[in-house]
Nanobody
Framework: VQLQASGGGLVQAGGSLRLSCAAS????????VSWFRQAPGKEREFVAA????????DVADFMKGRLTISRDNAKNTAFLQMGSLKAEDTAVYYC???????????????????WGQGTQVTVSS
C-alpha cells in the first residue's frame, strides 16, 4: 500500500487543521492506521491510532481533547482533525499503516509496515 499525507500548513496558535492520508494499491480497510509526528531535533512520537473498522481509537495524552482520528474505508482515506493547536505541535506528521487484525491499534513506530511521506504542520505563536 502507498500512503499520501496532505493537509499540513501554517496555522496560528489556537487554530485547526485537518490532515488526510490517502491510500492506494490496496484497500485501506485491511490496515490499522496511525499518525506519528517528528519535530526538529526530536524523536518521532505517536499521535493517534485507529483500528481497521474505525470503532476503536487511541490518542496520545498531549493531544487528548484536541484531536479526532477517523477513517473512511470506502474512500480509502484516514483523517486527523486537530484543534487548539499550539506552537509545540509544530512537526512533520506521518501517517502509517500495518496489516492487522480487527481490533489492533498501532502505537509503536517499530511495528509500522508502511509510512507516508509526511506533511509539515507549523503553528505560529
Amino acid at each position: 500500500v502507498q500512503l499520501q499525507a496532505s493537509g499540513g500548513g501554517l496555522v496560528q496558535a489556537g487554530g485547526s487543521l485537518r490532515l488526510s492520508c490517502a491510500a492506494s494499491g490496496r484497500a485501506l480497510s485491511t490496515y490499522a492506521v496511525s499518525w506519528f509526528r517528528q519535530a526538529p531535533g526530536k524523536e518521532r512520537e505517536f499521535v493517534a491510532a485507529i483500528n481497521r473498522s474505525g470503532d476503536s481509537t487511541d490518542v496520545a495524552d498531549f493531544m487528548k481533547g484536541r484531536l479526532t482520528i477517523s477513517r473512511d474505508n470506502a474512500k480509502n482515506t484516514a483523517f486527523l482533525q486537530m484543534g487548539s493547536l499550539k506552537a509545540e505541535d509544530t512537526a512533520v506528521y506521518y501517517c502509517a499503516a500495518t496489516l492487522a487484525s480487527t481490533g489492533y491499534l498501532i502505537k509503536r513506530g517499530s511495528v509500522v509496515a508502511y509510512w507516508g511521506q509526511g506533511t509539515q504542520v507549523t503553528v505560529s505563536s
